[in-house]
C-alpha cells in the first residue's frame, strides 16, 4: 500500500489578498491552456489583465471538474447561483451599442 506524500503549500502574505477578477478569457495551443484573469471597472474603455495562468491540457481538465465539484458544494449551501446576462444600455436608432458607456 502506497502512503500518500504530504504536500505543504505555502502562501506569501503579498499574495494573501488575491487579485479580483470579474472577466477571464481563455485560449489554447495544442500543448497549454491560457487563462487571464481581469478586472473591468465601469466607463473604462480599457481592462489590464490581473494575472495570467498557464496550464497543460489535463492540469486544466483537472481544474475543470473540480472547479464543478466546488460550485454544486457552494450551491448546495447558499442555494443555485443566478446568472446575470450583461444589460446593454440604449442606443439611438441604429447606433452601435458601447459596453463601455452607463
Do not use: W
Request: aromatic share 8%.
Amino acid at each position: 500500500m502506497e502512503k500518500k506524500q504530504e504536500l505543504k503549500i505555502e502562501l506569501a502574505p503579498e499574495m494573501a489578498g488575491g487579485n479580483y477578477s470579474n472577466l477571464a478569457l481563455i485560449a489554447h495551443g495544442p500543448n497549454e491552456f491560457f487563462l487571464d484573469f481581469i478586472c473591468v471597472a465601469p466607463n473604462m474603455p480599457q481592462a489590464r489583465v490581473q494575472s495570467r495562468i498557464v496550464m497543460s491540457p489535463e492540469n486544466a481538465k483537472t481544474l475543470l471538474f473540480a472547479l464543478r465539484d466546488n460550485v454544486a458544494k457552494y450551491e448546495q449551501t447558499f442555494g443555485e447561483i443566478q446568472r446575470k446576462a450583461p444589460v446593454a444600455p440604449a442606443t439611438p436608432k441604429g447606433g452601435i451599442p458601447n459596453p463601455f458607456e452607463a
